[in-house]
């Protein structure tokens, strides 16, 4: 393997070329040729040889050899095309592979295209800046979700349809293949967004933008967002950049559907399906970062739903999964994410908070009222323990203060 690498590196990228003739090769085929035309011209047509057949013969050979020489010039521009050619293919299929493998070190969805974005940019040489636009699929409205050198916020300002799209008009509504747009100007005279809403795509870029390459993306067979490549050069786009930008935008379909499969795995397997808080396992994970402030405290609360059994009997498991739901939401409320909260099990859920001590109380008071007031009444009881790096102890303590608490409400 390594000898094969090695190879490669010595006859094709060091050299930036896909093949190439040494000059043996390239004797033999001037030279046979021209052997061959002498011994035949000598044997059918003059055994003799004077001057007018040796600047005949001449004449021939300049021409075979000035014709050779084009046909390899030509046939070596070819091949160096294809080498570049192949190089951005290979940079676009490094690119994508290295955003699905660091997938785990964007926030959320937004980052990861914001990062897709600025490496479709940087592979296509005509491009300078470029847009990510959404597509809602419920009412098909558009959204500018990412943008490389043009305003964001003057983008997000502008409310349009699908079909006030360059890709559904180019395309008769298929949105299936990548377009070229030569003059931003011609087509935008016959677009219907209101004058003010194309004062704000005019003045959003940089540069005035005047040619554009757009794409659709597809996930899973439907249109999920356009990818736009932007010039402020007419013409600037041609067949190669188009043909550049659908190979580009099939590794994004990749890339994308590769990061939301990873980070619906993340979620599964580091949050509960019901609430969206932190289940056990993620809670107890992010426990051992956690930073105890001395002039505040810790505590470790554990909460449980009152009488969820009675709720599940009376209205339903759709009644009872909505109570966890309210409770969870009111929890996020309160208590962000600088601080741990999860569903341990079952109707119980634990939290770690930062004091002092009065503040988690208070929260937890207001907490109880938020939820008196939902439609549905929602109960719980808690205990609370000061936590000191000892998940076990402040577990115990706080267990035994929740169902202190629960048996007080029963004896009043």
Request: aromatic content about 8%.
């Amino acid at each position: 393997m390594d000898r094969i690498t090695k190879v490669t590196e010595t006859d094709g990228l060091k050299k930036k070329q896909i093949d190439s003739l040494d000059l043996k090769f390239h004797f033999g085929l001037l030279g046979a040729p021209l052997l061959l035309l002498f011994i035949t011209w000598l044997t059918f047509f003059d055994s003799t040889l004077d001057t007018d057949l040796l600047l005949k013969l001449l004449l021939i050979s300049s021409i075979y050899t000035l014709g050779y020489s084009l046909s390899y010039y030509l046939h070596q521009g070819r091949l160096n095309r294809l080498w570049l050619h192949l190089q951005q293919i290979v940079h676009i299929n490094n690119t994508t592979f290295e955003l699905v493998n660091l997938a785990s070190h964007y926030k959320n969805e937004q980052a990861f295209l914001d990062a897709l974005l600025k490496k479709a940019v940087s592979s296509i040489e005509g491009a300078e800046m470029g847009s990510i636009i959404r597509v809602d699929p419920n009412n098909q409205q558009l959204q500018f979700e990412s943008a490389v050198g043009i305003n964001i916020d003057k983008l997000r300002q502008v409310k349009f349809h699908l079909e006030q799209s360059f890709e559904f008009r180019l395309t008769e509504g298929r949105c299936d293949k990548v377009v070229v747009i030569d003059n931003i100007e011609n087509i935008n005279s016959h677009s219907s967004l209101t004058d003010a809403e194309q004062a704000l795509l005019l003045t959003a870029p940089d540069s005035p933008i005047r040619s554009t390459l757009s794409s659709p993306i597809r996930i899973d067979g439907k249109l999920y967002a356009m990818i736009n490549l932007d010039s402020s050069v007419t013409k600037a786009f041609g067949h190669y950049d188009r043909n550049l930008v659908s190979i580009l935008t099939h590794e994004a379909e990749n890339a994308i559907a590769l990061y939301q499969k990873t980070r619906q795995i993340q979620t599964l397997a580091n949050y509960d399906s019901l609430t969206s808080l932190y289940n056990r396992k993620r809670f107890e994970e992010r426990l051992e970062h956690w930073i105890i402030k001395p002039h505040f405290g810790s505590y470790l609360i554990l909460i449980d739903l009152d009488n969820l059994k009675q709720i599940n009997d009376s209205g339903g498991h759709q009644a009872g999964d909505h109570a966890l739901s309210t409770l969870a939401q009111v929890l996020k409320c309160y208590w962000h994410e600088h601080q741990l909260v999860a569903r341990y099990g079952g109707d119980e859920f634990i939290a770690l908070c930062h004091g002092p001590l009065e503040t988690i109380l208070a929260d937890l008071a207001e907490i109880q009222r938020k939820l008196n007031n939902e439609l549905t009444k929602v109960h719980f009881s808690y205990g609370v323990a000061e936590y000191r790096n000892n998940l076990q102890q402040a577990f115990r303590t706080a267990d035994i203060g929740m169902y202190d608490h629960k048996r007080s409400k029963k004896c009043a």
